[in-house]
């Protein structure tokens, strides 16, 4: 199984709604919410070109920005058909 990092904040509905979709397809992840830990933003920012912008996806080392939220490309990053 993939090792997951979702980057999220609090008040972000693409966010809440990736995260029900992760649960209906039972997939483990490991949330960081950028609030919580200031360098997480830094990173967020690097890999969305200048952008502050969640859901973003560590998967396995790939990046992967999904707002606003795309389930079929989310589905792709995650390998499921």
């Avoid at 199984?1 to 992760?22: E, H, I, N, P």
């Avoid at 483990?28 to 830094?42: S, T």
């Avoid at 890999?47 to 795309?70: E, K, M, T, Y």
């Amino acid at each position: 199984m993939a090792q997951v990092k979702m980057y999220t904040t609090s008040s972000c509905g693409d966010c809440r709604a990736a995260k029900r979709f992760l649960s209906e397809k039972n997939l483990p992840y490991e949330e960081i919410n950028l609030e919580d830990v200031g360098a997480a933003a830094e990173i967020v920012i690097q890999v969305n070109q200048g952008r502050r912008s969640v859901p973003a996806f560590d998967i396995d080392g790939q990046f992967v920005n999904c707002s606003p939220l795309d389930r079929r490309k989310l589905s792709e990053a995650w390998g499921l058909s």
